[in-house]
């Protein structure tokens, strides 16, 4: 049985990424990294399969058409 996919919170993909808080943003505008996902009214979160996805290929990561913050 698959291991079920984690949300994590901004703290872990800034570590998990070394990527600075302004370029992870950045980057989630130009759809080169993986958008949030809303899991409250003031909170988001990433999928953990999604940022390891673009851990492995940072170069090769294009996002999902959809919105996840959408309404």
Do not use: C
Not at 39 to 50: F, K, L, Q, R, T
């Amino acid at each position: 049985m698959p291991e079920p996919d984690r949300i994590i919170r901004l703290k872990t993909v800034l570590d998990r990424t070394g990527l600075s808080r302004s370029t992870i943003y950045r980057k989630i505008a130009e759809g080169t990294f993986p958008p949030q996902l809303r899991i409250s009214v003031n909170g988001a979160g990433w999928s953990e399969a999604e940022i390891n996805r673009w851990v492995s290929n940072p170069a090769a990561y294009r996002a999902p058409l959809t919105d996840h913050l959408a309404a």
